[in-house]
């Protein structure tokens, strides 16, 4: 963690900037724990009230989440991230897979224009995972190694917003995906035709390999009912 000592100014809001940056860099995890307000307290040179009002801001934002008698979890890496996950909480698990449609066709268009070869060795690397969880029958691993591949084509595109909007989804994501791999007996929903559409900067090809692949989940979401 790189959390520096605070000026004597505006410490509140300087707590703030200091905490979403840590946030949003990933030196907590989502749905994981941040430090006591002890700790934060120490690190950043500041009272032990600064950093609650700063937590309590960062929680009404969204971002964390404070559990009486338990402690403060991440709950999004920004703002918009907070936002988009609150409203999925109250949406439908219908109109959230046909936002995740919209979504993961144009990153898959998208990631094939802008594709890097560290993007492709990451996606390469999370389908590799994900087959062999399925192989292993293990749908807890499954379901993070599917979102790890998910999250590799949106970071592909290399587009800040999109990628932001992809974070977003990725915790209410978690259940979506549990509902179409319940059943591990069913056959696996191939991704590996996106991956080489990808690969090969083949735009019309990764639209149509995720278009054929968010169907097929929406057979397997439909069946799991």
Partial sequence: MTLHTARRTSLVDQVIDQLTEEIAG?????NGKIPAETVLAGELGVGRNTVREAVRALTHAGLLECRQGDGTYIRARSEL???????LRQAKQLEIFEVRRAVEI???RLAALHRTDQDIALINAALTGRERAWRGRDPIVFVEVDLAFHDAVARATHNRMMIEIYMGFSCE???????????MRAPLI???GIAQAIAAGDVA???RAARTCMEDIREALTRSD
Avoid at 26 to 30: A, E, H, L
Avoid at 81 to 87: A, H, M, N, Q
């Fill in 106 to 108: 144009e990153a898959a």
């Fill in 205 to 207: 090809g990764a639209e």
């Fill in 190 to 192: 191939p991704h590996d």
């Fill in 173 to 183: 994501l978690r259940s979506n995906i549990k509902a179409a791999g319940r059943r």
């Fill in 26 to 30: 990933g030196s907590w995890q989502v």
């Fill in 81 to 87: 991230s907070g936002v988009l996950l609150r409203r």
